[in-house]
């Protein structure tokens, strides 16, 4: 078990640009989550996955973007053209299916950067 | 709806002395609640998790917390605080996944900042 792995771990992009972002999640974890995280303040939802399907997002997840899990394993994050408020740490966390109060387990994150 | 209230943005101790972090919760339904620890340049580590078992919850590095139903609170307390306890800690409560299922999105405080003097 080698923990929720993110890449890359920092990205500095210019505004207008579109980012993309892996996470992959720990073995047999059917369950994949996005967070993302502004200084100050504590992660906040994104959208989760529960194998491929995408079955939540939230409200900040705004059309610029999209999450994928194609094959039940890792899972990508694309920005499109990308906005200084989009600069944040991104952090993706996996869990396994199993009864309610399971934790999380999260990844280092990426820290995106638009100038 | 789910929602957590830290109500210290930061807390200083001396090296030796009790923490106490403190933590309210808001729920619709009998919550699971976590704490996570961030320390700088780290991923998020839990430190505990209540589960509706037992109310008084010890978790990693000598860190415990007490659920209170009558209070909706789930404050962080360690007798004897440690130069290396020096983090950010979140309180944490779930939510509700869609389509009937149980674990859904986490509901993260907005931190609290602990610094430990020598």
């Known amino acids: 078990d080698t923990g929720v792995s993110q890449d890359p771990r920092h990205k500095i992009t210019k505004r207008g640009q579109n980012v993309t972002f892996r996470c992959d999640p720990i073995s047999e974890h059917n369950r994949l989550y996005w967070y993302r995280q502004t200084l100050g303040q504590g992660p906040e939802f994104l959208t989760y996955?529960?194998?491929?399907?995408?079955?939540?997002k939230s409200r900040l997840l705004s059309d610029r973007f999209s999450a994928e899990r194609p094959k039940g394993s890792f899972s990508t994050l694309e920005i499109q053209r990308t906005e200084q408020g989009d600069s944040a740490m991104y952090l993706c966390a996996s869990s396994p299916t199993s009864s309610r109060g399971i934790e999380q387990y999260f990844g280092p994150g990426t820290r995106l950067t638009v100038t | 709806a789910q929602s957590v209230t830290q109500l210290d943005s930061h807390v200083s101790v001396s090296e030796g002395t009790p923490v106490l972090l403190r933590c309210n919760y808001s729920s619709s339904y009998s919550p699971s609640l976590f704490w996570y620890v961030q320390h700088p340049n780290k991923g998020l580590q839990l430190l505990l998790k209540?589960?509706?078992?037992?109310?008084l919850v010890k978790g990693i590095n000598g860190f415990e917390a007490e659920f209170k139903k009558s209070e909706t609170s789930f404050h962080l307390t360690k007798p004897s605080a440690h130069m290396s306890d020096a983090a950010e800690y979140f309180c944490?409560?779930?939510?509700?996944?869609?389509?009937?299922?149980?674990?859904?999105?986490?509901?993260f405080g907005r931190g609290t900042q602990l610094t430990v003097w020598p």
């Open positions: 209540y589960t509706s078992a037992a109310t």
């Open positions: 996955f529960q194998n491929e399907a995408q079955l939540e």
């Open positions: 944490v409560v779930s939510g509700r996944a869609n389509r009937g299922s149980t674990l859904g999105r986490l509901y």
